[in-house]
């Protein structure tokens, strides 16, 4: 397939921490990732219940609105013990409006008392050339782990205070927020978009 053209991407996101990671991750192949609210585009509304669907969306709402190539994600940690859950709410966890602590306030205290703590990051990543485009680009990327018992560090984003690698994938009990995110690229390895990422380069260029 060959490359979207012209090489500037609306990211159909705010999230200051998404925007990095993906700027940094679309560097090497010269796209200027631009944040919505930049171009003046309004976030779209996300009623479905998949990361896929939710992910369309959006990058067809801020295609339409920017008149530019877009890049969408929609993201979430799906927790074995909680039927998938918080899933595509996980931004909302603990109520519209909550931060990254309540939502991690929440996820501890769902959790209480239960032994199963698997869980896995989901990142469904979406490129569309045009509002209309019949074939976005799609890509997928996940990170296992399990859910700590009480949040730890300050580093990253999310629910990276209340989450470590699986034992498969690391031995530490360090969680994502208390590992080092500098310099980004090294911390970006192993991370769930990363993955998706990598994969959407794989198929877009």
Known sequence: MTHMHPRRLVLASDNAGKLA?????????????????LLGVVGA???????????????????QASGLPALADD???????????PGVRSARFAGDGAGDAQNNA?????LAGIEERRAHYVCLLV????????EPIVAEGRWFGRIVTEPRGTNGF????SSRAAPTVSATTR??????????????????RTRSATALRRCGT
């Open 21 to 37: 990671e993906l700027q940094a991750l679309l560097e090497p192949l010269q796209i200027e990732v631009l944040p919505q609210r």
């Open 45 to 63: 509304v996300e009623p479905h219940s998949t990361f896929l669907e939710n992910a369309l969306a959006k990058a067809r709402h801020a295609a």
């Open 75 to 85: 993201s979430g940690l799906c927790c074995v013990a909680l039927n998938g859950s």
């Open 106 to 110: 929440q996820l501890v205290a769902r």
């Open 127 to 134: 490129a569309m050339r045009s509002p209309q485009d019949p």
């Open 158 to 161: 999310g629910y990276d205070p």
């Open 175 to 192: 969680t994502s927020g208390s590992t080092s995110w500098a310099p980004p690229r090294r911390s970006l390895r192993r991370n769930r």
